[in-house]
């Protein structure tokens, strides 16, 4: 049974940081691309970031990048993101979500349940 927990998420100030975390299991964690999505109130979901199984490949929304940054251990089946220069617009709740392959072109078959980040002062 596949399992998706996501963690880290919070109350931030803008421009401060946050890192959250997905634990996975019931699959072989290193053979998927893994990727974070998010739905802030009243919009529909936005792709923010994914990563190849074997981290030779990161995608990030223009929104985000230079600013979050994904990664995976592989060894500990964990997915993490590192959100840098938080501004209210990235207030949402974010949700790690298992690809059907090892790259982040196939479609995401498992999804968490999310964790909320709210960006204010």
């Known amino acids: 049974q596949v399992q998706l927990v996501e963690s880290g998420g919070g109350l931030a100030q803008p421009g401060g940081s946050l890192r959250l975390s997905c634990a996975a299991s019931g699959f072989t964690f290193s053979s998927y691309a893994m990727s974070w999505a998010r739905q802030a109130p009243g919009k529909g979901l936005e792709w923010v970031s994914g990563?190849?199984?074997?981290?030779?490949?990161?995608y990030y929304a223009p929104s985000v990048k230079g600013r979050f940054i994904i990664s995976r251990d592989n060894a500990k089946n964990t997915l993490y993101l590192q959100m840098n220069s938080l501004k209210p617009e990235d207030t949402a709740l974010y949700y790690c979500t298992k690809a059907a392959g090892d790259n982040i072109n196939y479609a995401h078959d498992q999804w968490g349940q999310g964790t909320q980040v709210t960006v204010s002062s």
């Open positions: 990563i190849y199984s074997d981290t030779t490949y990161t």
